[in-house]
């Protein structure tokens, strides 16, 4: 017996990194990083559907900007199917619908998350039972980000970001994310970066207190520990980022911090009321976007078809 493949989604998560160090820069143009990544619950679903050839449709959330979103083989979802293609020595089609809700190049790895979904969903469309390992390997391929997007939860990065292990994490965080209406592009907050720190060290500052932060699961001590050494270069080029952690940390937030490379600022609360609370509070300053999420969530899984 024939059977017809139906459509599979995927849902793919956000992540922002708690601790973000960063080293000077390589020969190869990257940063050897120390980061600790945390899934969060806002995410992008990317339906595959049976077709003749490879193509990307967007369906977007109001406050993301599917303007600046290509459609073509650059999209970091077509890459992925046509990366994994390419390992397994044949041209994959599908008709991808990526349903986005994270903000384009707001240091949340959108991107990142569209491509692992795409390299989960074809997968398992075209019943090629890719290796784990072999997924991780491809994933780093597409992007430094993209290897998290595959296994979430929360997991220290190495390397330039493509090593992840995963660590222990005892608590619900709750996160305030504020996007910004315009993104910033990822290597010009890194060259901005090796302008402000020409004496960078070689070896990125690590991340041992966050680790024990983590373990307590207490809010408090999270607070304090997180670090991100791309949010003075972000700052430095988008002032109002710093001016809104501010705004943040003055209405109640135990901390605010630039996401990755930024714009997207997140604040820490104690509790699902009290980010909610602040959300609200934020709002009302005059931010027409505010999300609440949670973490840490699921990497890059099968959901129920919708589209
Ligand atoms: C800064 C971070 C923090 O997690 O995330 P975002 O804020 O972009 O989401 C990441 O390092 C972004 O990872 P990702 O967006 O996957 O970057 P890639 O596609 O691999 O690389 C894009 C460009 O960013 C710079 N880059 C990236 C990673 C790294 N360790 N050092 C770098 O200098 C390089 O200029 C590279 O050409
Ligand atoms: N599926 C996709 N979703 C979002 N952006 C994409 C996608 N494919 C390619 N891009 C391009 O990648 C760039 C970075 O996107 P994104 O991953 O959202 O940013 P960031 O690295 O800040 O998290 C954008 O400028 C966008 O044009």
């Given at each position: 017996?024939?059977?017809?493949?139906?459509?599979?989604?995927?849902?793919?998560?956000?992540?922002?990194?708690?601790?973000?160090?960063?080293g000077?820069?390589g020969?190869d143009?990257f940063h050897p990083l120390t980061t600790?990544?945390?899934?969060?619950?806002?995410?992008?679903?990317?339906?595959?559907?049976?077709?003749?050839?490879?193509?990307?449709?967007?369906?977007?959330?109001?406050?993301?900007?599917?303007?600046?979103?290509?459609?073509?083989?650059?999209?970091?979802?077509?890459?992925?199917?046509?990366?994994?293609?390419?390992?397994?020595?044949?041209?994959?089609?599908?008709?991808?619908?990526?349903?986005?809700?994270?903000?384009?190049?707001?240091?949340?790895?959108?991107?990142?998350?569209?491509?692992?979904?795409?390299?989960?969903?074809?997968?398992?469309?075209?019943?090629?039972?890719?290796?784990?390992?072999?997924?991780l390997?491809?994933?780093a391929?597409?992007?430094s980000d993209?290897p998290f997007?595959?296994?979430?939860?929360?997991?220290l990065g190495t390397g330039r970001g493509e090593l992840v292990d995963?660590?222990?994490?005892?608590?619900?965080?709750?996160?305030?994310?504020?996007?910004?209406?315009?993104?910033?592009?990822?290597?010009?907050?890194?060259?901005?970066?090796?302008?402000?720190?020409?004496?960078?060290?070689?070896?990125p500052?690590?991340?041992?207190?966050?680790?024990?932060?983590?373990?307590?699961?207490?809010?408090?001590?999270?607070?304090?520990?997180?670090?991100?050494?791309?949010?003075?270069?972000?700052?430095?080029?988008?002032?109002?980022?710093?001016?809104?952690?501010?705004?943040?940390?003055?209405?109640?937030?135990?901390?605010?911090?630039?996401?990755?490379?930024?714009?997207?600022?997140?604040?820490?609360?104690?509790?699902?009321?009290?980010?909610?609370?602040?959300?609200?509070?934020?709002?009302?300053?005059?931010?027409?976007?505010?999300?609440?999420?949670?973490?840490?969530?699921?990497?890059?899984?099968?959901?129920?078809?919708?589209?």
């Open positions: 017996m024939i059977t017809v493949p139906t459509a599979v989604t995927v849902r793919a998560p956000a992540k922002i990194n708690l601790h973000l160090g960063v000077a820069v020969a143009g600790v990544y945390q899934a969060v619950g806002l995410c992008d679903d990317l339906t595959a559907h049976p077709a003749d050839d490879l193509s990307v449709e967007l369906a977007t959330a109001d406050w993301v900007d599917a303007g600046v979103i290509p459609t073509d083989a650059s999209n970091l979802a077509h890459r992925a199917a046509t990366l994994l293609g390419r390992h397994h020595g044949r041209e994959l089609t599908g008709r991808l619908v990526v349903e986005k809700a994270i903000p384009v190049a707001g240091g949340l790895a959108g991107g990142s998350a569209d491509a692992a979904a795409a390299l989960v969903a074809l997968d398992r469309l075209h019943d090629l039972r890719t290796s784990d390992d072999d997924l390997r491809l994933a391929d597409l992007g993209v997007a595959l296994i979430g939860g929360t997991a995963p660590v222990t994490d005892a608590g619900t965080w709750w996160w305030v994310l504020v996007p910004s209406l315009e993104g910033m592009s990822t290597p010009v907050v890194y060259a901005h970066f090796d302008r402000l720190f020409p004496d960078a060290p070689a070896t500052p690590g991340a041992d207190e966050l680790l024990d932060a983590l373990r307590t699961g207490q809010p408090l001590s999270l607070a304090r520990t997180l670090h991100n050494d791309l949010q003075d270069p972000a700052i430095d080029l988008r002032p109002e980022l710093g001016l809104l952690i501010e705004r943040g940390e003055s209405e109640g937030a135990l901390r605010g911090l630039v996401s990755g490379s930024g714009p997207t600022v997140v604040f820490l609360c104690e509790s699902a009321d009290h980010a909610r609370d602040l959300a609200g509070a934020l709002m009302r300053t005059g931010h027409p976007v505010v999300l609440v999420a949670n973490g840490a969530v699921a990497g890059s899984h099968l959901v129920p078809s919708h589209v």
